[in-house]
């Protein structure tokens, strides 16, 4: 569910990914809304396919270069119910459960960035943290809070944004399973079109614990306006580890509010 933070974040304008589209020097407050939906599947090394459905709703506010984010998921597992959602993607916590459907509210996470325009070192800089809290229901979430720290650098060349991301999460232990923290990262670029935007990334996450393997990830995504007002994003990503989903697809819309 990693990516469905940072899509809603760019077509805020995917909260993770300021190479999406660079932040200018304006103090004017701006809100936006995302919502949209996120599909993956994948077996994450258990032998028993897992498909995710999240909907989300994300709202951004933004005056001057700091930016506030929250995030609340109406998520549906169908599958292993050792599997339950976590801010960076699935975690595994009981390997002997059953194969469950289970749906509802998932965890709320609270972010808080602060952005450094490209004019004013040579370089783009966004620094941020994030808190995910235990609002989920039984079977969809770890039930624990975990805070994430991160960093971010781009430049641009012409309409190119290459970007680099590093973080690290310190993961909450749900009752009976013990949960060593993360790192995790990305590398990519993004490419304007005119006003559209296509992104492209290699993401790399630690797995939490033992059962499952480090989860990496190709991303790709395109992001247009609709109108004034509407951004309209899809985006798709491919596991390469069997910590990852086999295959990722989702579709988001941005409302500026202000």
């Known amino acids: 569910m990693r990516h469905i933070l940072l899509v809603a974040g760019a077509c805020a304008t ?3 990914q300021p190479a999406f589209a660079q932040d200018d020097d304006s103090d004017d407050a701006e809100l936006s809304i995302t919502t949209g939906i996120d599909y993956s599947s994948g077996d994450y090394g258990t032998g028993v396919d897992t498909e995710i459905l999240v909907a989300p709703l994300n709202a ?12 609340l998921p109406y998520i549906r597992i169908k599958g292993a119910g050792n599997i339950v959602g976590g801010e960076g993607g699935p975690i595994i916590v009981d390997p002997n459960s059953p194969v469950t459907t289970r749906s509802g509210i998932g965890d709320v996470t609270l972010g808080v960035n602060y952005a ?14 994030r808190v995910k809290l235990p609002t ?7 039930g ?10 781009s430049r641009t060349f012409g309409p190119v944004t290459p970007f680099a991301q590093a973080g690290y999460r310190v993961m909450g232990d749900p009752d009976g399973v013990e949960l060593r923290n993360v ?9 304007a079109a005119g006003e559209s935007v296509v992104l492209a990334s290699y993401d790399y996450r630690q797995s939490p614990n033992a059962l499952v393997e480090d989860s990496q990830e190709v991303f790709g ?19 390469l580890s069997n910590g ?10 941005t409302v500026d509010v202000f």
């Open 60 to 71: 951004r506010f933004s005056a001057g270069d700091f930016r506030i984010n929250a995030s």
């Open 116 to 129: 450094i325009p490209e004019d004013r070192y040579g370089v783009g800089l966004d620094f941020g943290t």
């Open 136 to 142: 989920a229901e039984t079977g969809l979430g770890t």
């Open 221 to 239: 995504a395109f992001s247009t306006p609709i109108s004034k007002a509407l951004n309209f994003t899809i985006y798709g990503s491919a596991g």
């Open 244 to 253: 990852a989903p086999d295959y990722g697809v989702g579709a988001m819309v």
């Open 14 to 16: 995917l909260a993770a």
């Open 144 to 153: 624990k809070t975990d805070v994430s720290f991160s960093g971010e650098v």
């Open 183 to 191: 790192w995790f990262g990305s590398v990519g670029a993004s490419v």
